[in-house]
């Protein structure tokens, strides 16, 4: 059995509609209108122990609806859903045991305690064997330097302090899952790094399973391989992150610098679909010999291109570049690359 499984999950709020103005707001404690929104539409999710999966989508999409009833905090208005073989919201406090969860909004420390009291409280909670407890306490204020400010309460930390000591207290009681929604949201990137080292090192010795929503994409390019796109309540591509690059990424461009000036690069590559010259400063005395030429990896090779070059001028310099994850996931949301064309893929869900 898979430690996350869902099928057809679905969660739907009710909405209270209210017209605008305080006479709306009036009107409202007479006659009550309400709307469905569906947050949630039939998620059919499967995650393996050891995974580190990245949960996507554009604001409203659904992630925190989704984690919310995979860790018991909401109860699904339909669908199955189990975690390690429970149903997390009839069995809240065994399911508790098996997760951690990290809210970049919010923190599970207690505000006016020292940070070492707040872990002793969880210790408590959880029921952390002294052994245990120890040996995370060590590991953890190692590699978060915590010894900074492992005395300070929760209100005094910084930002990035805040979400280290929230990190630790999630992994305290050794859960098999941690859900982490925006686990580096608003940090700098010393801080950023070693909250992504602290995760891998987890997920690489511990096995932990890990369940990220982001919009930091540079968190998914380092953290996870398998990459699950949500939007409308729906999943709409689910597979390796290397595979969506692979699939749509399919331009790149070379960036060139040529010994002398080819004026009418254009022509070099007529007989060639999808490709655009172009040249980064077109008023430069020197325009032609830096060109960028965007190609269809699908149609011709880098080396078509260069060699193409090479005829007519030494090629002194080049660089090839490849669309960004960012850049890739903009366009799905963007609606550029619908649910059809990532389906076509084999790898998106139709
Ligand atoms: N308690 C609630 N009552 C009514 N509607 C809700 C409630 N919680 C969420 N929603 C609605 O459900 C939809 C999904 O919300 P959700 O918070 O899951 O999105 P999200 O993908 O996590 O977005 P974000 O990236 O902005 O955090 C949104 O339209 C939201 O307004």
């Not at 109860?75 to 149903?87: Q, Y």
């Not at 070099?268 to 172009?278: A, G, N, Q």
Request: some cysteine.
């Amino acid at each position: 059995m898979s430690l996350i499984e869902t099928k057809g999950l679905q969660k739907v709020f009710r909405q209270a509609v209210k017209d605008p103005g305080l006479a709306g707001a009036i009107k409202h404690l007479f006659v009550q209108k309400y709307r469905d929104k569906h947050a949630v539409e039939g998620i059919d999710l499967t995650i393996e122990e050891g995974e580190t999966v990245a949960y996507v989508g554009p604001n409203g999409a659904g992630k925190s609806t989704t984690i919310k009833m995979l860790s018991g905090v909401l109860v699904p208005s339909g669908g199955e859903i189990r975690v390690d073989g429970l149903v997390p919201y009839k069995q809240r406090m065994e399911n508790a045991q098996r997760i951690g969860a990290v809210f970049g909004q919010r923190t599970q420390l207690w505000w006016d305690i020292p940070v070492r009291e707040s872990l002793n409280l969880l210790k408590d909670i959880y029921q952390v064997p002294d052994y245990t407890f120890k040996q995370n306490l060590d590991m953890f204020t190692e590699l978060l330097g915590m010894d900074q400010f492992l005395h300070l309460s929760a209100r005094k930390l910084s930002l990035g302090q805040r979400m280290q000591a929230d990190l630790a207290a999630a992994l305290l009681h050794n859960p098999k899952i941690v859900y982490l929604d925006e686990p580096t949201i608003g940090l700098d990137v010393a801080v950023k790094h070693r909250i992504r080292d602290f995760i891998k090192e987890m997920n690489r010795t511990k096995g932990t399973t890990m369940l990220l929503t982001t919009h930091d994409l540079g968190d998914i390019e380092d953290l996870c391989e398998r990459l699950i796109i949500i939007d409308h309540g729906r999943i709409i591509y689910d597979g390796k992150l290397q595979e969506v690059k692979d699939a749509f990424a399919r331009e790149r461009t070379i960036h060139t610098q040529l010994s002398s000036p080819i004026p009418d690069a254009e022509e070099l590559f007529r007989d060639l679909p999808d490709i655009y010259v172009s040249r980064p400063d077109e008023s430069a005395a020197d325009a032609n010999v830096m060109l960028s030429i965007r190609f269809d990896r699908f149609h011709c090779t880098a080396s078509d291109i260069v060699k193409r070059l090479m005829n007519r001028a030494e090629v002194v310099d080049f660089r090839i570049d490849e669309p960004s994850i960012e850049e890739i996931i903009r366009r799905v949301y963007e609606g550029q690359l619908d649910s059809a064309a990532l389906s076509e893929s084999g790898k998106g869900i139709a």
